[in-house]
């Protein structure tokens, strides 16, 4: 194939129709022979090498996801007591301003009860006495 598919007997070797110019002709052959498997290796090697870039970019790919899982997980395990702590503890605050906050309120209704029932009486304006 790589000689063009001549019949190397018939051309090369037949006394009926000798060659004009053997050593010519026969260096051709060898020199098309060398060209042709030379650009049939760097055919072969660029596929080759086209199919490794397809594969690097997937595994660069596939490397980038489980770095990010990695340090997800990290980041989970040295932070995620941390945050479970603080959130118990944002919990407990938020709960302790609601109650405080609910006995603040009933403080005050209970004060604005007591005055409406008279029991803490407000002070009677009264005229002064002026001393002449």
Do not use: W
Not at 49 to 63: G, R, S
Not at 97 to 119: C, Q
Request: net charge positive; glycine share 4%; hydrophobic share 50%.
């Amino acid at each position: 194939m790589m000689i063009g598919e001549i019949n190397y007997v018939d051309v090369f070797n037949n006394p009926a129709s000798p060659l004009q110019y053997p050593e010519v002709t026969y260096m051709l052959l060898v020199a098309f022979l060398v060209i042709m498997s030379i650009l049939i290796m760097n055919l072969l090697v660029g596929l080759a090498v086209d199919d490794i870039k397809a594969v690097q970019d997937q595994a660069m790919l596939e490397k980038l996801a489980m770095q990010t899982k990695v340090r997800q997980t990290l980041a989970m395990e040295t932070f995620g007591k941390l945050y479970q702590s603080l959130k118990v503890l944002v919990i407990k605050s938020f709960f302790l301003i609601y109650v405080a906050l609910g006995r603040l309120s009933l403080l005050h209704m209970k004060n604005r009860s007591t005055n409406k029932e008279g029991t803490a009486k407000k002070k009677e304006n009264k005229p002064r006495e002026v001393n002449r």
